[in-house]
């Protein structure tokens, strides 16, 4: 569900590595990534916050189609990909939460490399704090 | 040294440490569910100890999850910053192998009510901290609203019941402020320089940041003790002026239409100082009817007669105008400021046209006095008049109105008789006059 994978570090689950291997993306790409990414991470927790008992597949996939009008998931594999995950989203609320949490755990994740990302960006250009 | 996973996009020297981290917690996440499958089949001799020891853990990791995000939240005021912060310190604990990332996933989904988003977003409305230990530590602050000041102090209620001022006295006073719908409505009082009803905005009463001004942000609403007797005399004389120049400028037309009488009648006789010999002679001619060698003519003679007769006229009612009473003085400068038979033409013609001018200028001042009256006729009363005539002073100059009932030779002869920058004003003022209609 996370449309940042394509480009970004592996999740906290990865095979073990010796290295993380470089992205090359521009400030602009990495701030556009970081925005986005904030959005996404927002609409879950949107999702996990809402009471026991209230929450459904049906919140989900409204949450999609509300990311997907803002601009998200515009790569159409992307999008299909994300259409996949959904269709296979259980409908038990508990079960349901632990497959949100995990999307919460790789999408937080995913901005903690956007901020080391941003911050070499910034360590580049002579200094300065990162996002 | 340990690294601040909570704090480290603000130490860019970290970035490093920060990237050996995020590869060395990889490999730790790796590896965990072997280290859990080996733990969980330790526990597995014993059902009961499985259970106890699986909710030992849970509790752990709770706890663990608890301290980090309560750490991470702190200072946040945004309730949604505040998940997104609390998102990112679970998943930092994750990285460092703090709690295993199938726990953490559970906890962030809420799948097991380990984390209560909601909750964590509520704080920042209910604040920080608990308000009742804090009073009980530190006092507690009571505002208390003075007028024009909140003034705060802080006490603190002892074991004994005493009350206690803990900063010794006020603790801050702010000044009360005006919005900007305040500041513009306008409140009644006394003009102290004039002693007319007027209004004021409530702006002007106070400075920037609320202190009163000279006023001490209040208004006079009554003049000061023995300047309400002076205004009443000052502003009956005011008012008797007002009454003057209307009444005065009700005569004009009459004493417009008596200097061209007057004016007209100057070329039916001969004035000058042998005038009243000629007038006499006449007379005595028409009353015997006899030929008197040099005796003007009967229509002369009336002519004279009518144009003494209207020269005293205008006398009396100049005489009206300046407030006569009946003292010699008054009259006798009527009377040497009037046309007179005893006068050479040209001096009467002189005379005539000053006086025509005189009374256009009577007009003006009150046609501007209505106008002034009518701007605003709270302060515009007739208690203003002498107000009022000071302004119109400084646009006012008599020749203006006489100059255009002088002959072009007269006109240049006054010209002349002024200094090169009184010319000058002359002329801008003349200009004035004819865009103000008071000239033709």
């Known amino acids: 569900m996370n449309p940042f994978l394509q480009n970004g570090p592996p ?29 996404f991470l927002s609409s879950l927790m949107d999702l996990v916050s809402k009471p026991r008992g209230q929450l459904t597949k049906q919140d989900a996939f ?32 508990t079960a349901l939460r ?27 250009q002579g200094g300065g704090n990162a996002v | 040294m340990p690294f601040d996973y909570l704090h480290f996009p603000e130490n860019p020297f970290a970035i490093q440490q920060a990237q050996q981290e995020l590869i060395a917690a990889r490999n730790r996440n790796s590896m965990f569910p072997v280290i859990q499958q080996q733990a969980q089949t330790d526990l597995a001799r014993s059902s009961v100890g499985l259970q106890s020891d699986q909710a030992k853990l ?9 301290g980090v995000i309560a750490q991470a939240t702190a ?25 295993p990332p199938d726990y953490a996933a559970s906890a962030l989904g809420g799948a097991n009510g380990d984390i209560d988003w909601n909750a964590i977003s509520n704080q920042a409305v209910e604040g920080q901290g608990n308000t009742a230990e804090l009073q009980a530590q530190f006092g507690s602050p009571q505002t208390q609203d003075i007028g024009g000041q909140q003034v705060t102090t802080v006490t603190k209620v002892g074991p004994e019941g005493a009350t206690k001022d803990l900063v010794g006295g006020n603790a801050s006073i702010l000044n009360n402020t005006l919005t900007p719908g305040q500041k513009i409505a306008r409140v009644p009082t006394i003009n102290q320089q004039t002693g007319a009803p007027e ?35 000052s502003g009956a004389g005011n008012a008797q002026q007002a009454l003057a120049l209307q009444n005065l400028a009700g005569g004009v037309n009459n004493r417009k239409a008596l200097l061209g009488n007057l004016q007209g009648a100057l070329d039916s006789f001969q004035p000058g100082p042998q005038s009243d010999f000629w007038k006499g002679l006449g007379q005595l001619a028409q009353e015997y009817k006899v030929p008197i060698p040099g005796a003007p003519p009967a229509d002369k003679t009336a002519a004279q ?23 010699d003085a008054k009259l006798d400068s009527a009377i040497h400021t009037s046309p007179s038979e005893f006068l050479s033409k040209a001096g009467n013609q002189e005379i ?10 009577v007009a003006a001042q009150n046609d501007a006095w209505q106008r002034w009256q009518q701007a605003d006729p709270v302060r515009h009363g007739p208690q203003s008049f002498g107000n009022f005539q000071a302004q119109f002073n400084k646009i006012y100059d008599p020749r203006v109105f006489q100059a255009q009932y002088l002959s072009p030779q007269q006109r240049a002869t006054m010209l002349k008789g002024m200094a090169p920058a009184e010319q000058t004003k002359f002329k801008a003022e003349y200009k004035k006059a004819v865009q103000l209609g008071w000239v033709q």
């Open chain 1, 11 to 39: 999740g906290p689950q990865g095979a073990p590595q010796q290295a993380p291997a470089p992205p090359q993306l521009t400030p602009e790409q990495i701030q556009t990534a970081h925005s986005q990414g904030e959005m």
């Open chain 1, 62 to 93: 409204q949450s999609a189609a509300d990311l997907i009008g803002k601009g998200l998931f515009s790569d159409p594999q992307a999008k299909m990909k994300l259409v996949g995950q959904l269709t296979q989203l259980p409908d038990d609320e």
């Open chain 1, 98 to 124: 632990q497959a949100l949490g995990q999307e919460v755990l790789q999408a937080s994740h995913m901005m903690s490399g956007f901020k080391v990302l941003a911050a070499q960006a910034a360590q580049q």
């Open chain 2, 58 to 66: 849970a509790a752990e990791y709770k706890g663990r999850l608890d």
């Open chain 2, 75 to 99: 200072g946040i005021s945004d309730p949604n910053q505040r998940r997104m912060a609390g998102a990112d310190a679970v998943t930092r604990a994750v990285n460092a192998g703090i709690v």
């Open chain 2, 199 to 233: 209004t004021v905005p409530v702006g002007s009463l106070y400075g920037a940041t609320g202190e009163p001004n000279a006023q001490g942000g209040a208004l006079p609403t009554g003049l000061p003790p023995g300047a309400e007797g002076a205004f009443n005399v």
């Open chain 2, 305 to 327: 007669e009518a144009f003494a007769k209207m020269a005293t006229q205008l006398a009396q009612q100049q005489f009206q105008s300046l407030g006569g009473t009946g003292t």
């Open chain 2, 352 to 361: 005539i046209a000053m006086l025509k001018g005189n009374e256009d200028a």
